[in-house]
């Protein structure tokens, strides 16, 4: 059982940057795979970025050159650190886990538990 707790959502221009924070009880975050998915209204949800348990990093298009996946395993945290914001990424962000990778790192299907999200807004 993995518990996740997203934060550092919030309204920001244009340009602007933000860092989210994904906090995880239960298991460390080095035994999983961590992912971030956004999802807009009207939007289905979308992958966004993942670190596997050697550390290796998968970035969707939408976010590549301007966003970083990280963990801290001495804080059980992954974070994701946004730059040159755009008015498109406005969604709600979610953080999620999964135990094993049959397929794909981007597939929603592969990851077992979920955060309850939060909001990023980008203003034009």
């Known amino acids: 059982q993995v518990q996740l707790i997203e934060s550092g959502g919030g309204l920001v221009q244009a340009g602007g940057s933000l860092r989210l924070s994904c906090a995880a009880s239960?298991?460390?975050?080095?035994?999983?795979?961590m992912g971030w998915f956004r999802q807009a209204p009207g939007k289905v949800r979308e992958f966004v970025a993942a670190?596997?348990?050697?550390?290796?990093?998968i970035y969707a298009d939408s976010g590549k050159g301007r966003f970083t996946i990280s963990r801290d395993n001495a804080a059980n945290t992954v974070y994701l650190q946004m730059t040159s914001l755009k008015p498109e990424d406005t969604a709600k962000y979610y953080c999620a886990s999964a135990r094993a990778i049959n397929r794909s790192w981007s597939s929603l299907d592969e990851y077992n538990y979920w955060g309850q999200g939060t909001q990023v807004t980008v203003s034009s």
């Open positions: 239960g298991r460390t975050v080095s035994s999983y795979a």
């Open positions: 670190i596997v348990w050697s550390g290796h990093k």
